[in-house]
T-cell receptor, first 113, second 112 residues
C-alpha cells in the first residue's frame, strides 16, 4: 500500500513569492492534516479536513496561508506571500477514522531566502 | 498554554544498551498518548501508544510507561540498535477538539 505522497520534497524561494505544496493521502483515508514542523520541534497542526470540509483551521494563518481539498482526496497548501519565518517542513498526514491514527508523508522542506 | 515537553533534547547510548526517553505533559484531561520516531528526511512514524486507563504497554523491543500522578510518559527501547537513531516525539491527544499535541523531540544517537 502506498503511503502519503507529498511534492515537491524541497522548495527554495525568495521572500514575498508564492509557494504551493501538494499532498495525496492514503487511498480511502477521508481525514487529511497539514502540519508545520520547525527544526527540532514537533509538528503543529495547521488544518484538518474531513473529506472536503475543513473541520479545524484555527491554527492556519489565514492572511497568507490557504488550503483546499476540492474532491475530498488530494490537497494543496499555499503560502502567498512567503516570509522568511515560513522556512520549515510542511507535513501532510491522513487517517481513516479516529484522529488517533495518522500516517505522515515525508514532508516538503521549504527554505525562504 | 498547554504543552507536551521532553526533559532531554539529546540522548547518546551504546549499541545493545537500553534507552529511556522521557516526556512531561501538562493536560491532565488528555486520555491518549503516542510515541513517534522520525528519521532524517522522513515524516513521523508511529511506534506505540497508550491510553490513560493503562500504566504500561509493551511492543516489540519498546515499552511505554504512563504515570498520571506526575503527568509523565516514558519510552523504553530494549537492546538499542543503530537503526533506532532518530528523533523521538511524544504526543498527547486533547479530548476536546481531538487534536494531537506534539512535544519538542529527543534525538537518540546510538554508538556502535
Amino acid at each position: 500500500e502506498a503511503g502519503v505522497v507529498q511534492s515537491p520534497r524541497y522548495k527554495i524561494i525568495e521572500k514575498k513569492q508564492p509557494v504551493a505544496f501538494w499532498c495525496n493521502p492514503i487511498s480511502g483515508h477521508n481525514t487529511l492534516y497539514w502540519y508545520l514542523q520547525n527544526l527540532g520541534q514537533g509538528p503543529e497542526l495547521l488544518i484538518r479536513y474531513e473529506n472536503e470540509e475543513a473541520v479545524d483551521d484555527s491554527q492556519l494563518p489565514k492572511d497568507r496561508f490557504s488550503a483546499e481539498r476540492l474532491k475530498g482526496v488530494d490537497s494543496t497548501l499555499k503560502i502567498q506571500p512567503a516570509e522568511l519565518g515560513d522556512s520549515a517542513v510542511y507535513l501532510c498526514a491522513s487517517g481513516s477514522t479516529s484522529v488517533e491514527t495518522q500516517y505522515f508523508g515525508p514532508g516538503t522542506r521549504l527554505l525562504v531566502l | 498554554g498547554e504543552s507536551v515537553g521532553l526533559h532531554l533534547p539529546t540522548l547518546s547510548v551504546q549499541e545493545g544498551d537500553n534507552s529511556i526517553i522521557n516526556c512531561a505533559y501538562s493536560n491532565s484531561a488528555s486520555d491518549y498518548f503516542i510515541w513517534y520516531k522520525q528519521e532524517s528526511g522522513k515524516g513521523p512514524q508511529f511506534i506505540i501508544d497508550i491510553r490513560s486507563n493503562m500504566d504500561k504497554r509493551q511492543g516489540q523491543r519498546v515499552t511505554v510507561l504512563l504515570n498520571k500522578t506526575v503527568k509523565h510518559l516514558s519510552l523504553q527501547i530494549a537492546a538499542t540498535q543503530p537503526g533506532d537513531s532518530a528523533v523521538y516525539f511524544c504526543a498527547e491527544l486533547y479530548n476536546q477538539g481531538g487534536k494531537l499535541i506534539f512535544g519538542q523531540g529527543t534525538e537518540l544517537s546510538v554508538k556502535p
